[in-house]
């Protein structure tokens, strides 16, 4: 384990669990505006280190892939689902790294305990998006789609990361930038245009420092200098995090079909986790 690695995890998954609330109070925002114009702010949290920007384009790509693709989904998926199951759909994420690490890192396998964590994550999923009904409610189907499809992004992306360890953390505020002009572009071309309440001001600043800033440079530094079961393991606690601030703000409520969605979905996540520890 790298010195900081934990440390720096654990202050980027703090930040990202203001993330849900923070687009909710920016929810009148088009989503490419409000993705764009954060990120170009979380570039400017690395602007003294601008030469570290310089990267191999596969490193760019990857970096855009993942910080535009994942909050531009989630976003949306915010937008279109109520937000404590939609949320919670989104944080599978830490599941999708254990159950996809094989993929991307050489001699690992899974075994009875991961096919049992991936059960356990999948059925909380599904206990949430149905309300514990045991039948999807059509009118909220793309918001968890969404919602699903921006967790896999962000899975994939970690992983990824690490094949590129020699990438300087800097790099990431060139990340930031190059997605958040494709967004602003996006923007200009495809929705309407939009003049920013004075009030909104604040809770932009603090998207784009903190959950859309720094914490994307902790989480490159965790990544590439800590041991990802651990760095896994605590990520599990971002889910329970952010809904607990959704609904103390007023903006979800914890019915028992959701708790026990979430405790479903952590606890997979828990024990995929120790079953990489064993190995």
Known sequence: ?????????????????????????????????????????????????????????????????????????????????????????????????????????????????????????????????????????????????????????WATYSLASGRFSRVPTAAVGGYCLASGLAALACHLALEPSFVPPAADLPFLLLLGLGPMGAAFYLWDFAVKRGDPRTIGALAYLTPMLSTLLLVATGNGDMTAAAALGMALIVGGAALGSAAMRRR
């Open 1 to 153: 384990m790298g010195a900081g690695a934990v440390p720096a995890a654990t202050a980027a998954i703090l930040l990202w669990s203001t993330l849900a609330w923070l687009g909710l109070r920016l929810a009148a925002w088009p989503p490419f505006l409000l993705v764009g114009t954060a990120l170009v702010i979380g570039a400017a949290v690395g602007a003294k280190r601008i030469r570290a920007w310089r990267v191999p384009a596969a490193a760019l790509a990857l970096g855009v892939y993942g910080l535009f693709g994942f909050h531009f989904l989630l976003f949306l998926a915010l937008r279109h689902a109520p937000p404590v199951q939609a949320n919670l759909v989104n944080y599978l994420w830490p599941l999708l790294i254990v159950l996809l690490a094989p993929l991307f890192v050489s001699g690992m396998r899974l075994d009875v305990r991961h096919v049992l964590a991936g059960l356990g994550g999948f059925a909380g999923a599904a206990l949430l998006v149905t309300g514990g009904r045991f039948g999807l409610d059509m009118a909220h189907l793309a918001g968890y789609a969404m919602a699903a499809g921006s967790a896999l992004v």
